[in-house]
Nanobody, 123 residues
């Protein structure tokens, strides 16, 4: 089970940190990802991280502004979002991909999804 938190309403240029906590004892076997879905749009992947955290892939729309990292001891991943823009407004979902190697699995279909957390950026 994945539990996302940390969303909110902020002004453009502000920062937020999303967290996604996992239950169970197999967290380190999963590559993790964040997706987002804006109103009227499809779901877009914004970030992926390998099992160890050593490999991170960010989408072009967020590279240089977002950072993705994980703490396997705490079974939690974090999406640090800086310099937020109104176009970042979306429901953000964390997801898990069962991984048999330490690649980021960016683009892979997730095996599990968390509930979404709303991020709203006002101009």
């Amino acid at each position: 089970q994945l539990q996302a938190s940390g969303g909110g309403l902020v002004q453009a240029g502000a920062s937020l940190r999303l967290s996604c906590a996992a239950s169970g004892d197999t967290f380190s076997r999963y590559a993790m990802a964040w997706f987002r879905q804006a109103p009227g749009s499809g779901r877009e992947q914004v970030a992926a991280i390998s099992r160890s955290g050593g490999l991170v892939h960010l989408s072009d729309s967020v590279v240089g502004r977002f950072a993705f990292y994980r703490d396997n001891a705490k079974k939690t991943v974090y999406l640090q979002m800086d310099s937020l823009k109104p176009e970042d407004t979306a429901v953000y979902y964390c997801a898990a991909v069962l991984a048999d190697n330490d690649s980021s699995y960016y683009g892979a279909r997730p095996d599990y999804w968390g509930q979404g957390t709303q991020v709203t950026v006002s101009s």
